[in-house]
Nanobody, 126 residues
Framework: QLQLVESGGGLVQPGGSLRLSCVAS????????IGWFRQAPGKEREGVSC????????NYADSVKGRFIISRDNAKNTVYLHMNSLKPEDTAIYYC???????????????????WGQGTQVTVSS
C-alpha cells in the first residue's frame, strides 16, 4: 500500500500563502495520478485539485481556480499544492491521495482514489 505523508499546513492570515507537500514512501509516484482533497468541519470532503502522472494535465475545483497550483517532482517523489490568496473558507484538513493509472496525461477529481494520507490542517484566520 502506498504511504503518503502531507506537510506544510498551518495558520495563515487571509490573503496569505502556503505550500503543501505530499511525499510517498516505499513506492514511486510515477505510476500514480495524485489528488488533493479537503474536508472542513461539518462538511463533506471535496476535491481540490489533481495532477496526472506526467504532470501534463491538471484539474481544479472552481473555488480554487486561479489561486491554487498543483505540481509534482517525480524525482523527489513529491507533489505540491501551492495555495495563494487564501480565504477563511479554505480552512480544512487537506488530504493527499493517489490512484494508479495507465494513462500518463489524465486525472479527474471524480475518480476513485485508493491511497490516502493522514491530512494536514490549514487554518485561514486573522
Amino acid at each position: 500500500q502506498l504511504q503518503l505523508v502531507e506537510s506544510g499546513g498551518g495558520l495563515v492570515q487571509p490573503g496569505g500563502s502556503l505550500r503543501l507537500s505530499c511525499v510517498a514512501s516505499e513506492f514511486s509516484l510515477d505510476d500514480y495520478a495524485i489528488g488533493w482533497f479537503r474536508q472542513a468541519p461539518g462538511k463533506e470532503r471535496e476535491g481540490v485539485s489533481c495532477i496526472s502522472r506526467n504532470g501534463g494535465s491538471t484539474n481544479y475545483a472552481d473555488s480554487v481556480k486561479g489561486r491554487f497550483i498543483i505540481s509534482r517532482d517525480n524525482a523527489k517523489n513529491t507533489v505540491y499544492l501551492h495555495m495563494n490568496s487564501l480565504k477563511p473558507e479554505d480552512t480544512a484538513i487537506y488530504y493527499c491521495t493517489a490512484r494508479r493509472h495507465l494513462l500518463l496525461n489524465r486525472c479527474a477529481l471524480g475518480w476513485r482514489y485508493d491511497d490516502w494520507g493522514q491530512g494536514t490542517q490549514v487554518t485561514v484566520s486573522s
